[in-house]
Every structure is written in C-alpha cells, then in structure tokens.
C-alpha cells in the first residue's frame, strides 16, 4: 500500500513537472514572439514601397518585395563605403581598446605601485562623467591634431575604456601569483609573462568585452556625427540620420538601411552567444 501511494505521489509530481514546464516554455515563447516583432516589421517595412509602411490597416507581408531599397541604397547612397567605414571603426576600436584594457587590468591586479587605488577609484570615477561633457575640449584638441572627419577621431576616445579596465582587472585577479613568479625565476620579461600566461587564461573574458565594445562602437552616433563630416567617411548610424528629411523622408530607404545595421549585431550574437554568456558568468564569478 505504502509503495502504490509512493508511486502515485511520483506520478503526480511528475505531470506537475510537465505541466509546469510546458506553461515556462509557452510563456517564453509568447514574451519571444512580442520581443521578435519589432525586428520582424522592420524586415517587412525594408521591402516595401514608401507608400506602404505606414497604411492601416497595416500590410505584414508585402505582395511585391521591393528589392531595389537595398540596390538604391548600395549604388546610389553609397551605403556599402559607409557599412565598410563602420565594420573598420567598430573593428580596430575593438582590438586596440582590448590590448589598452587587459594590460592597465593586469597593471592594476597584480603590481603594487603607489597611488594604485587612488589611479583606480579614478578610473571607476570617470565612469560617472557623461560624454557630453568632455564632447567640447575633446573637439578643440582634436581640431588641432587635424583629426577631424577621420576615423581616428573617433576611435580614440574610447581606447582607454574605463569599463573595460575594470572588467580585465577581475579577470586577472583570480591569476595565482605563483604562477608569475615561477616565470619571472625562470627569466621570463614582464611582457613575456603578460603575453604567454596572462593572454591564453584571458579568452573568455577578452570575448564577452569584445562583443561589449564592438556592439557599443558599431551603434554609436552623438561622436561620430559630431566628428565626421564628409558622406565617405560617415558610419551606419550617422548616414542613417542624414537620410531624414524635413520634406519627404525616405522611410523605405531608413528602413534598409536599419537592417543594414542590426543584422550584423544580430550574426555576431547569435555565433558568440555562448562566449558572451561564459565572459559575463566568470567575470562576475571572478569578480
């Protein structure tokens, strides 16, 4: 008697466990569906006439795929230069900002020098000063240095990420020292120890920060539009805005050109999703 209720009690709990799992699973589907929608209706708005984006009752999928937004785009606003200038600036931002970052992280984790915490609280502190107050003397000097409207205006700024700092310095705080210390016996120079023992333990986090600044560098706009003058030289974001018009904005033409500019994001993420998880699961582990 005893093991039939125990059997039944199983029985129970187990189609509990089924039926609650499926009521998780539907709900995140349906919370999936409303996320999804807003980029569903802008690949649907990118290949439809101007005429048709803004009808009502709304048309989900278009009848005649308008294909020649892109084309237009391409050919005729120069939109593939401008995806370039972005892919190269949100690159080379990223690469260089990482090197800066792991090495002022491990600076800051593993050597005692003085005014170690006072240079570091003043990094965190430079987190709290928005851009735009710092937009002003960064444009006059960099008048001077005769970088505007290029590219290097814009990736300069961001190469000594504060955010990035802090993130690299956990990282290399969970490093043994020993390890570093058996190196520097054995005659390895600081940049040798930084370059064959700190890098290879860096993977994951030098993955969730890449995606970080990539992400951030590919979507801004307030600097570069401030920088960059000329159509060659401009960025997804920057060339998206000057398509408005007060007259006759071509929201069919903002439209493929904002998928232009999520779709690469959307790649990236989807083929580094499990190192961004990973970088942000060890680095608050470490942290």
């Given at each position: 008697m005893g093991k039939t209720l125990k059997l039944q009690d199983a029985a129970t709990s187990g189609s509990k466990s089924i039926w609650s799992s499926s009521l998780a699973f539907a709900l995140m589907v349906i919370?999936?569906?409303?996320?999804?929608?807003?980029l569903f209706w802008l690949f649907s708005s990118s290949l439809k006439d101007i005429s048709e984006i803004f009808i009502n009752?709304?048309?989900?999928i278009p009848s005649t795929?308008?294909?020649e937004n892109f084309r237009e785009l391409f050919v005729e606003r120069k939109f593939g230069i401008i995806t370039w200038n972005s892919f190269l600036l949100s690159t080379t931002s990223t690469i260089i900002a990482?090197?800066?970052c792991s090495l002022a992280g491990f600076a800051f984790a593993k050597y005692k020098f003085k005014g170690k915490k006072f240079l570091f609280v003043l990094v965190l502190a430079s987190l709290m000063i928005p851009h735009e107050a710092t937009m002003v003397p960064l444009f006059s000097i960099y008048k001077n240095m005769h970088l505007i409207d290029n590219i290097w205006g814009v990736i300069l700024p961001d190469l000594a990420n504060a955010f990035g700092i802090f993130f690299m310095r956990q990282y290399c705080m969970?490093?043994?020292?020993?390890?570093?210390?058996?190196?520097?016996?054995?005659?390895?120079s600081e940049f040798k120890i930084f370059r064959r023992i700190v890098l290879p333990n860096l993977r994951s986090g030098f993955a969730g920060l890449g995606i970080i600044l990539f992400v951030k560098q590919?979507?801004?706009?307030?600097?570069?539009?401030v920088i960059l003058r000329s159509q060659e030289n401009m960025t997804l974001s920057?060339?998206?805005?000057?398509l408005e018009d007060s007259n006759n904005t071509p929201y069919h033409l903002i439209m493929a050109g904002s998928v232009i500019s999520v779709l690469p994001l959307l790649i990236i993420v989807l083929i580094f999703q499990k190192q961004l998880i990973a970088g942000m699961i060890d680095g608050a582990i470490k942290g």
């Open positions: 919370v999936s569906l409303f996320t999804l929608f807003p009752p709304p048309i989900w795929l308008h294909w990482l090197i800066f969970s490093l043994p020292d020993e390890m570093m210390e058996a190196a520097r016996i054995d005659g390895c590919w979507n801004n706009f307030l600097w570069p539009s920057v060339a998206l805005k000057a």
